[in-house]
């Protein structure tokens, strides 16, 4: 069985092309310290022109292998926090399958224990 973490951002108004822009940089960058080669990152779908609420949608399959499994959700979550604060007036909903993913102001979006260092090693 696998499972995935999708991120989605909605608002009324459009992305202006510095917002656009933006978010693409963060993504770019956030792809390009993706960890592994060979498991999925960070994957934003194209914008659906029949939902121009939806500003960002994406979704990655999480590793089958429980080592590489935390640092990648770490790194994703990570990721998903960097475009929120790039587009923070839109309305964020971050699961991992039917489980919510808390927003934090600090924190950023993280699962309870993620950043254990025995976790992560």
Do not use: C, N
């Not at 696998?2 to 656009?20: D, F, G």
């Not at 994703?76 to 971050?94: K, N």
Request: a negative charge.
């Amino acid at each position: 069985m696998s499972v995935s973490l999708y991120y989605s951002a909605q608002r009324a108004t459009p992305l202006t092309e510095a917002e656009s822009a933006a978010l693409a940089r963060v993504a770019a960058t956030r792809t390009a310290s993706f960890p592994y080669d060979d498991e999925e990152g960070l994957y934003l779908y194209d914008q659906d022109p029949a939902d121009p609420t939806q500003i960002i949608a994406g979704s990655t399959k999480m590793p089958s292998d429980p080592v590489r499994l935390i640092p990648v959700i770490a790194h994703l979550l990570d990721s998903v926090t960097e475009l929120r604060r790039t587009a923070p007036d839109a309305e964020w909903h971050v699961h991992l399958d039917d489980l919510d993913v808390p927003w934090d102001e600090t924190e950023g979006y993280a699962l309870p224990g993620m950043r254990e260092a025995d976790l992560m090693a």
